[in-house]
């Protein structure tokens, strides 16, 4: 599957964006999606997920560093998985990746995922 990643920018802090993982190649609604961040320096870090189609009903999880604020939704008929991002601090700035994948490990690891889209700057300034 070929992911491809949209939505980035520079917003101001408290503010919002919805990143887009725009899936082909494969029926997207059979794979669990995640998404990843990258800060200039630091690792990649897990920012959520949500699970695949063929479970009863997708499974959401998103990272206490960003729950409450960040929401992850998937329009299997689109092919498309989102992120929403609220209330964005600086902290945020990094490039984001989304991945997808068909293991039935940790999803909030970077083994749990097969396919990688090639990411999207966002920048928050403060």
């Known amino acids: 599957v070929q992911l491809q990643a949209s939505g980035g920018g520079l917003v101001q802090a408290g503010g919002s964006l919805r990143l887009s993982c725009a899936a082909s190649?494969?029926?997207?609604?059979?794979?669990?999606m995640g998404w990843f961040r990258q800060a200039p320096g630091k690792e990649r870090e897990f920012v959520g997920f949500v699970t695949d189609a063929t479970w009863s009903g997708s499974r959401t999880y998103v990272a206490d560093s960003v729950k409450g604020r960040f929401s992850i939704s998937r329009d299997n008929a689109k092919n498309t998985g989102n992120l929403q991002m609220n209330s964005l601090k600086p902290d945020d700035t990094a490039v984001y990746y989304c991945?997808?994948?068909?293991?039935?490990?940790?999803?909030?690891?970077?083994?749990?995922?097969?396919?990688w889209g090639q990411g999207t700057l966002v920048t928050v300034s403060s």
């Open positions: 190649g494969r029926t997207f609604g059979n794979y669990n």
């Open positions: 991945a997808a994948g068909q293991k039935h490990g940790d999803l909030t690891t970077r083994s749990g995922y097969d396919y």
